[in-house]
Nanobody
Framework: VQLQASGGGLVQAGGSLRLSCAAS????????MGWYRQAPGMQRELVAF??????ANYADSVKGRFTISRDNTKTINLQMNSLKPEDTAVYYC???????????????WGQGTLVTVSS
């Protein structure tokens, strides 16, 4: 399973960006997809995750500003509004799924896309 993220960039505080992530490759099932982020010198943290057939959950720091959505079973988006300088980080797409009926559930990661919010 490969995850291709896009949409990062530079934006001023208060602005908006939209990230997208598409899964491809040999996919038997995807149980959920989401976004993590990692700021310089910090640990990777959950931003938002949407399970298949379930409700999305968000980090407290982004609730009310970010919205995760699903286009289909293999594509998700993250609409980021009212961005703050502390949102600056590399954003990683993630998916939990299986590549075949007999394979174990695995967490897959994309390559990361940089979001920079200037003050």
């Amino acid at each position: 399973v490969q995850l291709q993220a896009s949409g990062g960039g530079l934006v001023q505080a208060g602005g908006s960006l939209r990230l997208s992530c598409a899964a491809s490759g040999t996919i038997f099932s995807i149980n959920g997809m989401g976004w993590y982020r990692q700021a310089p010198g910090m640990q990777r943290e959950l931003v938002a995750f949407i399970p298949s057939g379930g409700f999305a959950n968000y980090a407290d720091s982004v609730k009310g500003r970010f919205t995760i959505s699903r286009d289909n079973t293999k594509t998700i988006n993250l609409q980021m509004n009212s961005l703050k300088p502390e949102d600056t980080a590399v954003y990683y797409c993630t998916a939990v799924g299986r590549s075949s009926l007999v394979s174990a559930s695995t967490t897959y990661w994309g390559q990361g896309t940089l979001v920079t919010v200037s003050s």
